[in-house]
């Protein structure tokens, strides 16, 4: 899938994701604020999270965070069914007119709280999280289906690991991490606490 998913992603116009000033920055390889105290990923983070992910179209995927929908669209050319969510209806709403007028056909929306993931579509095969988490969901371990992997950033507000959560056929998982990255807040429960501990 490696060469079929860097040309979609050479391919894909993040300035059809933004819609405020920053449109005019979107071929540059930096976050970018999308309103709402939210941003849009750097490209190569995208595309290094979504090909971490292995993805084939026989898998049903979670995303938690749709964002401005730039990753669930990098999610949906390679997966079979991805189910996304996001807390803030203003971007909920605007995403999914965006990735229908895209022609995206294999998407589930939902407006809710992520970190309890969905449980009523569960198990899932892949997992993303595109915001923080102070510690990992255990609702999305739960939901995560036996062989499935979750790609998830975790740590305290400036600085996180990006971790990977693998599980195996008798649904024991293991976690490593992948690098440092940064994102915002997944709010809620498992966001950012005072004297938390990550990967618990």
Known sequence: MDNALYDFF???DRSLFIENENKIYADYDSPLSIGLGQTISQPSLVYKMTELLELDKDMKVLEIGTGSGYQTAMLAAFAGQVYTVERLEELAVKAQK??????????TYKIGDGS???EEHAPFDRIIVTAAAGEIPRQLIRQLAPEGLMIIPVGEKGLQKLARVTKDEKNNFAIDTLGDVTFVELVGEYGWKQNNRSFN
């Open 116 to 118: 309890e993931g969905w």
């Open 98 to 107: 965006r990735l229908k007028s895209l022609g995206y056909g294999n998407i």
């Open 10 to 12: 050479r391919r894909l």
